[in-house]
């Protein structure tokens, strides 16, 4: 069984055959940052910076492949192949000699290490709970999960009806083997729409020219554009169109034409060419806001400057809400940022739309560190769920990421639904303004978590600097990616 950070122990990294600082790119959000790396006896540690007293993960190393790569704009790449975490590490040398001492030491380590534990569950047919040992005869994907998230086998006989209940959310939302619980349900029969209705019928690669790859996520890849009859820049997702993926994407560009908003990225036409959907959207210069948290600890948000972004998001989120619309997936990934100073909501793909019918909804949408407790334990949930986001996104700003986000998402959801939800780490460096936002944000009882209109009168918010004073942000942040060495 994977060792939590309760069972680690500093003489297992004491003495390392190999450590230095390396970049990793991360388990959720694709970026890299800088970690510093210890090779010791069968495990590879990675810690936030070099001195520190825990390592964020170990890995075990038994079992485990390592092998040299590239990808593109990457170079000196290590994949190291878990099966305890069921993932590839990517880790990223600086040079080519680096890059070659770092995966011998890891092959060496790995061919000594021994084989480790198993959880100690037994194949049946059903799932049982056993008060001495845990679970029995879990499914082998879920024993797999259990094994990697950290959760002890103390807590699972404290909260065995939690961890079995997050145990088929997790395989849900990873395996997307149930759709109805992943995906936005249909709209509402009073405004059924089609996706003919949406798409223009005119051929997009003429309409648009000098298409430059600018981004990549999960639902397609994001187009730098010219708009030929007009010359504007403009963005472009394309993203495959499948029976699976069709609700969604009607649902997504339904609510996106119909939300006209300042602080929402405009929506300006669909098209369909070789069975790929192009959604074309104004170009935002500033990029996203995890590309400003990306450059710490060169450039540093201040509490005026987050409080711009609170404010404006909040504004965004009033609309939405106002509309009966719940966004489900505010991070800071999804708030794009103008060359004005401007901040805008986008990505609308997990969007849903409340009617007279259903004015709740229980589906299970977003993503994991991020999420409310009442969504992932599949309760009824309402706008309240992006004010949650919201405040995390507030910690993320403050700390870099939002909390838990070293832990494997299954632990992460396990604390978030059984714990008290741990806020900002050092609440005493803030102003009491900005702690008492966050604070009201992450209120667990949905009845005392406000609405986002009343967040917009919070006192915290009369800190934001103005859109001019965002913009050297910024420019600093763009400034430092490109000065970024490898």
């Known amino acids: 069984m994977t060792k939590t950070k309760e069972q680690l122990s500093p003489s297992m990294w004491a003495n390392p055959k190999k450590e230095g600082e390396l970049r990793k790119q991360g388990a959720v959000r694709r970026n890299w940052k800088r970690r510093w790396f210890v090779v010791q006896d069968s495990h590879l540690f990675y810690f936030r910076s070099k001195g520190d007293s825990m390592p964020i993960r170990g890995i075990p190393l038994d079992n485990c492949s390592v092998c040299k790569s590239s990808r593109p704009g990457r170079d000196h790449l290590i994949e190291v192949s878990s099966t305890d975490f069921e993932r590839v590490f990517l880790i990223q040398a600086p040079d080519g000699s680096v890059c070659e001492e770092w995966v011998q030491a890891i092959e060496s380590a790995s061919c000594v290490a021994g084989v480790s534990a198993p959880f100690d569950i037994q194949h049946n047919v059903h799932v049982d709970f056993d008060s001495d040992t845990g679970f029995k005869g879990l499914p082998a994907d879920w024993e797999a999960m259990l094994k990697s998230s950290g959760i002890t086998r103390d807590e699972v006989i404290e909260n065995h009806e939690e961890v079995l209940s997050l145990l088929e959310f997790q395989d849900n939302f990873q395996n997307q083997k149930n759709i109805t619980q992943l995906q936005p349900q249909p709209l509402p029969e009073d405004n059924n729409v089609k996706l003919e209705d949406l798409i223009s019928q005119e051929d997009p690669t003429t309409a648009f020219t000098d298409l430059v790859k600018i981004g990549e996520g999960a639902a397609g890849e994001v187009f730098l554009a010219t708009c030929v009859k007009d010359e504007r820049r403009v963005a472009i997702k394309k993203m495959q169109l499948n029976e699976e993926s069709m609700p969604l994407v009607v649902t997504e560009i339904d609510i996106m034409r119909s939300s006209t908003h300042p602080n929402i990225v405009e929506y300006m036409d669909s098209y369909v060419e070789n069975d790929q959907l192009w959604v074309v959207m104004e170009y935002m210069g500033g990029g996203c806001l995890t590309e400003i948290l990306d450059q710490y600890p060169r450039v540093v948000m201040t509490e005026p400057q987050m409080a711009h972004v609170a404010r404006e998001t909040l504004q965004s989120l009033v609309y939405i809400h106002n509309l009966h619309r719940i966004h489900r997936d505010i991070k800071s990934d999804n708030l794009l940022l103008g060359s004005d100073g401007s901040v805008k909501v986008a990505d ?44 995390v996104m507030m910690i993320e700003m403050a700390e870099r990421e939002p909390p838990y986000m070293d832990l494997p998402p299954l632990r992460a959801l396990f604390l978030i639904t059984t714990k008290e939800f741990p806020g900002l780490k050092e609440p005493e460096k803030w102003s009491t303004q900005f ?24 006192p915290f918010l009369r800190k934001a600097c103005s859109p001019t004073e965002f913009v050297e942000l910024i420019e600093a942040a763009q400034s430092a990616k490109e000065d970024g060495g490898y």
């Open 348 to 391: 609308f793909g997990y969007a849903a739309q409340l009617t007279q019918k259903q004015q709740k909804r229980n589906t299970v949408v977003g993503t994991p560190y991020w999420m409310a407790p009442e969504l992932i334990r599949g309760y009824d949930y309402g706008t309240k769920v992006d004010v949650w986001s919201l405040g």
């Open 435 to 458: 702690a008492d936002f966050v604070g009201q944000c992450l209120r667990k009882d949905t009845a005392d978590r406000p609405e986002a209109a009343e967040l917009l009168q919070h």
